[in-house]
């Protein structure tokens, strides 16, 4: 088995050798202030071509120099159509009306971003995967080792290894058990070295903790 290239910004090659342009690794293909991704994590969307501005499309309000931050850890999986949305995608909520005026006027547009609430960053933790058209919303915190089901709405705070679906998103179940669980995050395995995660991939794959921890 072929261990993915993290500097590649398509890593998906089909045997006759051609490159897929629909899978891309985000630390590669994006360039945003806000937005901070771990290695190994892709978004994989039909309609992307080399002119589309993924940052827009999977975090549409988080614009350079916004408050929020948003936080993808290490081998997370996004499907296409997931949108993560920051605070500041809000409207001032103060007045008789939320209707934001302001964001017409160049002269107080940057002002009105000010009045919003400061909300905390979006953290998705690693080895996360987010179903089709997904919505993670603001301040989510997503645990390492989630399922996010198709279409979910996202909020709060999502327990490591959950499974999680509907609107808003409930837990449905955990994938491991309790002392699984912390035998997992106790390895941490997405942090290894890169020839030792390839090593480590048949016990991966065939969930066998044993042999995992013996590494």
Not at 14 to 25: E, L
Not at 34 to 46: C, L, R, W
Not at 47 to 69: N, Q, S
Not at 122 to 143: C, L, N, Q, Y
Request: hydrophobic letters at 45%; one cysteine or more.
């Amino acid at each position: 088995m072929t261990f993915p290239d993290p500097t590649k910004r398509n890593p998906v090659t089909f045997p006759d050798g051609a490159t897929y342009p629909g899978t891309v690794f985000l630390a590669e293909a994006l360039d945003h202030a806000n937005i901070h991704v771990g290695a190994f994590t892709y978004y994989s969307d039909n309609t992307l071509t080399g002119d589309t501005d993924i940052a827009a499309r999977l975090a549409p309000y988080t614009f350079p120099g916004v408050p929020e931050h948003i936080h993808i850890g290490k081998f997370c999986q996004i499907a296409e159509g997931v949108q993560i949305i920051t605070e500041s995608a809000n409207h001032d909520m103060s007045g008789l009306t939320t209707y934001p005026f302001a964001i017409f006027d160049p002269e107080q547009i940057g002002r009105y971003r000010r009045t919003l609430r400061r909300g905390a960053d979006v953290v998705i933790g690693h080895d996360v995967w987010i179903g089709r058209e997904a919505m993670v919303m603001p301040s989510a915190k997503i645990g390492n080792g989630v399922i996010v089901a198709s279409r979910a709405v996202v909020s709060g705070d999502i327990p490591d290894y959950a499974v999680v679906a509907g609107n808003p998103a409930q837990v449905v179940k955990m994938r491991f058990d309790e002392a699984t669980r912390a035998r997992l995050l106790k390895l941490n395995w997405w942090d290894w070295p890169a020839e030792k995660i390839e090593a480590a991939l048949p016990a991966l794959q065939a969930c066998d903790l044993d042999a995992l921890e013996a590494l």
